[in-house]
T-cell receptor, first 116, second 113 residues
Framework: GENVEQHPSTLSVQEGDSAVIKCTYS??????FPWYKQELGKRPQLIID?????GEKKDQRIAVTLNKTAKHFSLHITETQPEDSAVYFCAATNPNSGGSNYKLTFGKGTLLTVNP | DAGVIQSPRHEVTEMGQEVTLRCKPISGHDYLFWYRQTMMRGLELLIY????????DSGMPEDRFSAKMPNASFSTLKIQPSEPRDSAVYFCASCPRGIYEQYFGPGTRLTVT
């Protein structure tokens, strides 16, 4: 099955700096890569996702890049703010495997702390 | 819509007792997922359903765990007998067909003493 590795496990930045979180996956057939944000004591929520037919996707201060050859994808947060402090999870899946696969394999998470 | 609803929000029980966690997915969502979250193991998929039918239960840790979905608006995750190592936050999530974004419930924090 799919295996997703996520680094770093913790990341501390100063407000206004950029933050980058990286994930690698093992199944070359995976083609859907979402990122979830989980604030302390809250539920995970989708913040951005990318499919393998594109190399980069942006949404305001958040961007995700995908390198299919190397089987890795990254989350980039620019101009970080204290409210960006949370745990971020990457995930991977191939929605088309087995006809209808909705199983996400998650990375272990990155605790991002943005210091004012 | 109220989102995914889970109950109870907190459960404290003694080792050996039966625990039942409940979930109501978002109306119209065909898929329902049960996850377990711990510091050591992260977010693990236990089982997921499509139209009330279990599709993948490979993440269910052992026979003490069972899950059912008797209808489109209700699912249960049962642990019998419970053990201290089952202490975790259990999330239920749902998503509609063709849309892979999963909507998580608030979670149930289970403590087994």
């Amino acid at each position: 099955g799919e295996n997703v590795e996520q680094h770093p496990s913790t990341l501390s930045v100063q407000e206004g700096d950029s933050a980058v979180i990286k994930c690698t996956y093992s199944d070359s057939a995976s083609n859907y890569f979402p990122w979830y944000k989980q604030e302390l004591g809250k539920r995970p929520q989708l913040i951005i996702d990318i499919r393998s037919n594109v190399g980069e996707k942006k949404d305001q201060r958040i961007a995700v890049t995908l390198n299919k050859t190397a089987k890795h994808f990254s989350l980039h947060i620019t101009e970080t703010q204290p409210e960006d402090s949370a745990v971020y999870f990457c995930a991977a899946t191939n929605p088309n495997s087995g006809g209808s696969n909705y199983k996400l394999t998650f990375g272990k998470g990155t605790l991002l702390t943005v210091n004012p | 819509d109220a989102g995914v609803i889970q109950s109870p929000r907190h459960e404290v029980t003694e080792m050996g007792q039966e625990v039942t966690l409940r979930c109501k997915p978002i109306s119209g969502h065909d898929y329902l997922f049960w996850y377990r979250q711990t510091m050591m193991r992260g977010l693990e998929l236990l089982i997921y359903f499509n139209n009330n039918v279990p599709i993948d239960d490979s993440g269910m840790p052992e026979d003490r765990f069972s899950a059912k979905m008797p209808n489109a608006s209700f699912s249960t995750l049962k642990i019998q007998p419970s053990e201290p190592r089952d202490s975790a936050v259990y999330f239920c999530a749902s998503c509609p067909r063709g849309i892979y974004e999963q909507y998580f419930g608030p979670g149930t924090r289970l403590t087994v003493t």
